[in-house]
């Protein structure tokens, strides 16, 4: 399923920086923020929901490479999805 | 509720330091030590205040630790990570409080022995044994919650054999059964005062006091090397940051609590050294517990505000 396969993806990305933390942080905002459940997200929430986890993640570092590499690896994904579909 | 679950912790600690500063400041010295020392009681009263006070800080630090990395264990308790590292900070729960616990233990012991001489060699074995099973409990937990955050990664087996790992130990116990047993004051008192380091026979010695040093010792060594191997092999740069305070702390924690049990089991060979000497090893390897203390309050408030925002 895309939308599984896309919720996965997003996790694993995350994991490259918060690690273990990484589905919950994920899980939080696509709950908080999205108000649907992990496994409903599709293309159309990633760019609400890359502003959300971007914000969250520049709160915790102040190197900002990571917070663009981070917003960059989000929103190519954005870019696959599409070309997958 | 006022006194919410974790100032509790703060609490405790405050009681613990009222009470080492009455047992400090309201016991009286033994005449034998402010002889050997040339101090009056009242030098001999500002020098413990001088050396209690900087120990008292420590185990703020202690507590400080514990109660950022239980706040952060709070948090995450029903994750995989979360049940290991609250198993991890129920041990360093118990080494906290285990400052406090022995230095009360072994002054109010200490005043037991002024008082009633001839039960000076049950406070010694008592105050011995006290110790030694508070750094059983804390670091079975450690090493149990280490090993948990260790197992889930694979190659983790890989530290149980380690070759390094052996070799440090097997030093470390020839070292100290080396020192423990050709310790001339260990069964029958020596020196001024006259005391003995533990007043049991050799066999119950080796038996009580070497081995279950060696095992607790073994585990710690091992537990670090857990936290090392978590820490090198975790994905994720930020967390891996705040991760690497923690587990360097504990790192840290679990090497000057060995070396402060090492010390302190040998303490009676020390019977000629200097005063100033052995109040600088001492405040040196309890500065780094409190070093360790302090790096794993860092690490834990900086993984908790991953799981705030």
Redesign the interface.
């Known amino acids: 399923m895309p939308t599984q396969s896309l919720y996965e993806r997003v996790v694993s990305i995350t994991?490259?920086?918060?690690?273990?933390?990484?589905r919950?942080?994920i899980d939080r905002h696509i709950q908080n923020h999205l108000q649907i459940k992990p496994d409903q997200l599709d293309i159309p929430h990633l760019k609400k929901l890359s502003r959300w986890t971007n914000t969250?993640?520049g709160?915790?570092?102040n190197d900002s490479a990571?917070v663009d590499e981070y917003a960059a690896r989000l929103s190519a994904l954005d870019q696959t999805e599409h070309s997958d579909k | 509720m006022i006194v919410t679950k974790l100032n509790r912790f703060y609490l405790l600690y405050a009681l613990m330091a009222l009470l080492y500063i009455c047992l400090t400041l309201f016991t009286p010295t033994d005449a034998a030590v402010l002889t050997k020392y040339h101090l009056s009681p009242t030098q001999a009263k500002t020098l413990s205040l001088a050396v209690a006070i900087p120990i008292m800080a420590i185990w703020f630090i202690a507590f400080y630790g514990f109660v950022h990395l239980r706040a952060y264990v709070q948090v995450?308790r029903k994750?995989?990570?979360g049940k290991h590292l609250k198993t991890l900070s129920r041990g360093i729960f118990w080494l906290a409080i285990s400052l406090p616990v022995n230095s009360i233990v072994a002054s109010y012991m200490s005043y037991l022995a002024y008082r009633h001489p001839s039960a000076i060699p049950a406070t010694i074995i008592l105050t011995n044994y006290v110790r030694l099973l508070l750094a059983i409990v804390s670091l079975y937990w450690i090493f149990q919650g280490a090993k948990g955050l260790a197992s889930?990664l694979p190659g983790n087996s890989e530290v149980m054999h380690r070759d390094d790992a052996r070799t440090g130990f097997i030093v470390l116990g020839l070292v100290f059964a080396y020192i423990t047993l050709n310790n001339p004051a260990r069964r029958s008192p020596v020196g001024t005062p006259p005391r003995a380091a533990y007043y049991l026979p050799d066999i119950l010695i080796i038996l009580t006091i070497i081995i279950p040093y060696l095992w607790v010792w073994f585990r710690g060594l091992i537990a670090a090397f857990y936290l090392h191997f978590y820490k090198q092999k975790?994905?994720?740069?930020?967390?891996?940051s705040g991760?690497g305070y923690i587990a360097n702390g504990l790192i840290f924690i679990i090497a000057s609590s060995i070396a402060v049990q090492f010390v302190v089991s040998i303490s009676s060979l020390w019977r000629d050294a200097t005063l100033q000497f052995i109040l600088i090893i001492l405040y040196l390897l309890i500065v780094l517990i409190g070093l360790g203390f302090f790096l794993v309050a860092v690490g834990a408030k900086r993984?908790k505000?991953?799981?705030e925002?």
């Open positions: 994991e490259d920086y918060i690690g273990p933390a990484a919950r942080f969250a993640l709160y915790l570092t990571i | 995450i994750t995989e990570d889930m975790v994905k994720g740069m930020l967390y891996k991760l993984l505000k991953i799981e925002v």
